[in-house]
Nanobody, 121 residues
Framework: QVQLVESGGGLVQAGGSLRLSCAAS????????MGWYRQAPGKQREFVAG???????NYADSVKGRSTISRDNAKNTVYLQMNSLKPEDTAVYYC???????????????WGQGTQVTVSS
């Protein structure tokens, strides 16, 4: 079994910062791309940021310049540092990973259960 567990969400005032973490555990051989998505009430889930195993990153325009994604491959963990938060950043943030499980050559996609980020004005 493989699990992705997010942490670091919470309530913050506009202009504040949060750092989200997502740790992958279980029978993992290797992890390719890891990323963050978010879903606000009444809206579809949207891409926030992604990072490859080699460290290449990409961001949604809505967070570019305010957020930094990073990862610790030794810990199978991805982070999202979010600064200058706005009320429109309020959403449930989900971790996502493409990975190879032990003993398998198939690339699987996993989601975490999400962590709530609320930005007050």
């Amino acid at each position: 079994q493989v699990q992705l567990v997010e942490s670091g969400g919470g309530l913050v005032q506009a202009g504040g910062s949060l750092r989200l973490s997502c740790a992958a555990s279980g029978s993992i051989f290797s992890i390719n791309t890891m990323g963050w998505y978010r879903q606000a009430p009444g809206k579809q889930r949207e891409f926030v940021a992604g990072i490859t195993s080699g460290g290449s990153t990409n961001y949604a325009d809505s967070v570019k310049g305010r957020s930094t994604i990073s990862r610790d491959n030794a810990k199978n963990t991805v982070y999202l540092q979010m600064n200058s938060l706005k009320p429109e950043d309020t959403a449930v943030y989900y971790c996502n990973a493409d990975l190879l499980r032990d003993g398998s050559r198939i690339l699987y996609n996993y989601w975490g259960q999400g962590t709530q980020v609320t930005v007050s004005s």
